[in-house]
């Protein structure tokens, strides 16, 4: 089992930044890929970004490239994702979750997920 916290939503006006933060505990935190979801009212989760075992190759989606990046650092079991240029359509519950496959970018392939975590963007 790994068990996902997620900290660092909020409120902030559109071009701002925000960081989010996802503390892991449980089993080995490096034998994971991790992954950064959000979902909106009325809408599908959705992927955000994902970083493989060891950090070295992350991917995101069209929408956030460029403008987010998402790291880990296996030392304090956390993987972030800093928020920058921010705009109102970023507005979404942020989710946190663990695969136990290399790299992953699909809801399907994650096993473990946090509580969520609320950003809003205001215009």
């Known amino acids: 089992q790994v068990q996902l916290v997620e900290s660092g939503g909020g409120l902030v006006q559109a071009g701002g930044s925000l960081r989010l933060s996802c503390a892991a505990s449980?089993?080995?935190?490096?034998?994971?890929?991790m992954g950064w979801f959000r979902q909106a009212p009325g809408k599908a989760r959705e992927f955000v970004a994902a970083?493989?075992?060891?950090?070295?190759?992350?991917y995101y989606a069209d929408s956030v490239k460029g403008r987010f990046t998402i790291s880990r650092d296996n030392a304090k079991n956390t993987v972030y994702l800093q928020m920058n240029s921010l705009k109102p359509e970023d507005t979404a519950v942020y989710y946190c979750?663990?695969?136990?496959?290399?790299?992953?970018?699909?809801?399907?392939?994650?096993?473990?997920w946090g509580q969520g975590t609320q950003v809003t963007v205001s215009s």
């Open positions: 979750a663990a695969s136990r496959t290399q790299v992953a970018l699909h809801v399907a392939r994650y096993d473990y």
């Open positions: 449980g089993r080995t935190f490096s034998n994971y890929a």
């Open positions: 970083v493989n075992w060891r950090g070295g190759n992350t």
